[in-house]
T-cell receptor
Framework: AQKITQTQPGMFVQEKEAVTLDCTYD???????LFWYKQPSSGEMIFLIY??????QNATEGRYSLNFQKARKSANLVISASQLGDSAMYFC????????????FGKGTMLLVSP | DGGITQSPKYLFRKEGQNVTLSCEQN?????MYWYRQDPGQGLRLIYY???????QKGDIAEGYSVSREKKESFPLTVTSAQKNPTAFYLC??????????????FGPGTRLTVL
């Protein structure tokens, strides 16, 4: 079974609107962390936001917020006020077990922002 | 400037040849990682190293080899045993601080094409 599932291969949004990118995860660990990365066409991976399994509040970083629903095992990324520069691939990733374990990535969602 | 460098950005090799991809970091990070990305896919872990002179296989280590003789350097060799080596290769490192909120920092990547 896949540990990270991103069901939206592609998403379209108009500039200045909000968009939600879905991510569900599968783990039996109580302690884990969830990450979102952005990959522009240049290929670099840019860290956006992090949510810990014990964090009681949803993480926020500027225009990015994470809608964390632990019981449903979902960690959706919300981008508010989309900009043209937000067009990129977005990856959800999870770290399980101890804090030194590796990341498992989903297959990603391509976001296109139109003027 | 601190960061992760990967060279070259584009690499072409003939089938059957071994090729080594460079990854250098001056961030004083202990842990380093190699990922492979195929078109439309997420990142898959090839090898990782938590400390100098130690490394572990990831999910798709077959046909690859690594070394970690220096903290700053983690070269990846793609051997002729790798059946389908054409891909985008990303190197990452991680700070030594403990805890969950410990994202990986990525290099710009190397696009390897085997002819």
């Amino acid at each position: 079974a896949q540990k990270i599932t991103q069901t939206q291969p592609g998403m379209f949004v108009q500039e200045k609107e909000a968009v939600t990118l879905d991510c569900t995860y599968d783990t039996s660990d109580q302690s884990y962390g969830l990450f979102w990365y952005k990959q522009p066409s240049s290929g670099e991976m840019i860290f956006l936001i992090y949510q810990g399994s014990y964090d009681e509040q949803n993480a926020t970083e500027g225009r990015y917020s994470l809608n964390f629903q632990k019981a449903r095992k979902s960690a959706n990324l919300v981008i508010s006020a989309s900009q043209l520069g937000d067009s990129a691939m977005y990856f959800c990733a999870m770290r399980e077990g101890n804090g030194y374990s590796t990341l498992t990535f989903g297959k990603g969602t391509m976001l296109l922002v139109s003027p | 400037d601190g960061g992760i460098t990967q060279s070259p950005k584009y690499l072409f090799r003939k089938e059957g040849q071994n090729v080594t991809l460079s990854c250098e970091q001056n961030l004083n990070h202990d842990a380093m990682y190699w990922y492979r990305q195929d078109p439309g896919q997420g990142l898959r872990l090839i090898y990782y190293s938590q400390i100098v002179n130690d490394f572990q296989k990831g999910d798709i280590a077959e046909g690859y080899s690594v070394s970690r003789e220096k903290k700053e350097s983690f070269p990846l060799t793609v051997t002729s045993a790798q059946k389908n080596p054409t891909a985008f290769y990303l190197c990452a490192s991680r700070p030594p601080r403990q805890g969950w909120y410990n994202e990986q920092f990525f290099g710009p990547g190397t696009r390897l094409t085997v002819l």
